[in-house]
């Protein structure tokens, strides 16, 4: 197993999230969250979190697109 594999597996980073380890966020939460933030399903480099942002209410809108940083610019 490589070092990447190790590093992007949401339930092998989560065994080591406190958060988790405290009992304060269930491990299929933050399995989620990581696949939510982390994932980018062999695209174009985004990942769910790049368009649904927690700081825009995890929804997108025309003036939340228009201040994201445009891979042209
Ligand atoms: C490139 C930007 C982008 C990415 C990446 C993206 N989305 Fe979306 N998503 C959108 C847009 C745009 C809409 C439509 C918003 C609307 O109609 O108001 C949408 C709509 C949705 C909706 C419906 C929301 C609603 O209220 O109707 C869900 C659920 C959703 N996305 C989940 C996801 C998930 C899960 C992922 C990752 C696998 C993801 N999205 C990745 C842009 C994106």
């Known amino acids: 197993m490589t070092?990447?594999?190790v590093t992007t597996d949401?339930?092998?980073i989560c065994n080591q999230d406190p958060r988790v380890n405290?009992?304060?966020?269930?491990?299929a939460v933050c399995a989620?969250?990581?696949v939510f933030f982390d994932?980018?399903?062999n695209?174009?480099?985004r990942t769910c979190g790049t368009c649904h942002s927690p700081m825009n209410n995890f929804t997108i809108d025309p003036a939340f697109v228009a201040a994201l940083r445009r891979?042209?610019?």
């Not at 405290?22 to 491990?27: R, Y």
């Open 71 to 73: 891979w042209w610019a």
């Open 3 to 5: 070092t990447e594999a």
């Open 10 to 12: 949401p339930i092998s």
């Open 39 to 41: 994932q980018t399903f």
């Open 22 to 27: 405290l009992n304060l966020v269930p491990l």
């Open 32 to 34: 989620g969250a990581r």
């Open 43 to 45: 695209g174009n480099g």
